[in-house]
């Protein structure tokens, strides 16, 4: 079945270090594919998505590229920050009717001042 | 995630007892969608309901978990005769319609929190 695979966590960095969060996908057709972060504590909020291969999200710095010969689509930010620390999720959708999220199972990062 | 409400935030139950909790999704939304986070997990589907009528079960346990969502009044998720391996983050996820592939269009709310003692 369908089903997304991130890299393990936690991630630790110090404050403007360079990230990237590796995820890769498995799916039938062409899904679209997305970042949700949450923080502590907090529900899931939408960070970025790309819809189409290509396709290259950002957001807050945070960005991504729809990789469809290596059915990837790594999160990368050029130099984070404390305010970053959260658990971050790679998900995709199928493009049909009547689906729903298929989530990883999420990255923890952590960055020190 | 402004707009999708859950209730309770926190809720302790022992075990044997049973859970219910609650999402109104966002107004307009007719699509409720229910996970499951597990300590040190990531998020599981359970289930996926149109207002009175549920679209995909796949994800469900299937004793003692059941959903609805009647044509008035929010989401139910209800666990029956709760062990402690149900103590977890349940989040409620609307969409306004079928087939959505833009995620600016799934909203989250906050979880509500389950601890079996």
């Known amino acids: 079945g369908d089903s997304v695979t991130q890299m393990e966590g936690p991630v630790t960095l110090s404050e403007e270090a360079f990230l990237t969060i590796n995820c890769t996908y498995t799916?039938?057709?062409?899904?679209?594919l997305f970042w949700y972060v949450q923080y502590p504590g907090e529900g899931l909020q939408l960070l970025l998505k790309?819809?189409?291969?290509?396709d290259k999200g950002s957001n807050k710095g945070f960005e991504a590229t729809y990789r469809k010969e290596t059915t990837s689509f790594h999160l990368e930010k050029g130099s984070v920050q404390v305010s970053d620390s959260a658990v971050y999720f790679c998900?995709?959708?199928?493009?049909?009717?009547?689906?729903?999220?298929?989530f990883g199972k999420g990255t923890t990062l952590s960055v020190s001042s | 995630n402004a707009g999708v409400m859950q209730n309770p935030r926190h809720l302790v139950r022992r075990r044997g007892q049973e859970a219910r909790l609650r999402c109104s999704p966002m107004k307009g939304h007719s699509h409720v969608y229910w996970y499951r986070q597990l300590p040190e997990e990531g998020l599981k589907f359970m289930v996926y309901l149109q207002k009175e009528n549920i679209i995909d079960e796949s994800g469900m346990p299937k004793e003692r978990f059941s959903a609805e969502f009647p044509k008035e009044g929010p989401s139910i998720l209800r666990i029956q005769q709760v062990v402690r391996g149900d103590s977890a983050a349940y989040f409620c996820?609307?969409?306004?319609?079928?087939?959505?592939?833009?995620?600016?269009?799934?909203?989250f709310g906050e979880g509500s929190w389950l601890t079996v003692v």
């Open positions: 996820a609307s969409s306004p319609r079928a087939g959505e592939i833009s995620g600016n269009t799934i909203y």
């Open positions: 790309a819809t189409k291969a290509d």
């Open positions: 998900a995709l959708i199928k493009n049909q009717a009547g689906t729903a999220l298929i």
């Open positions: 799916a039938t057709g062409y899904p679209s």
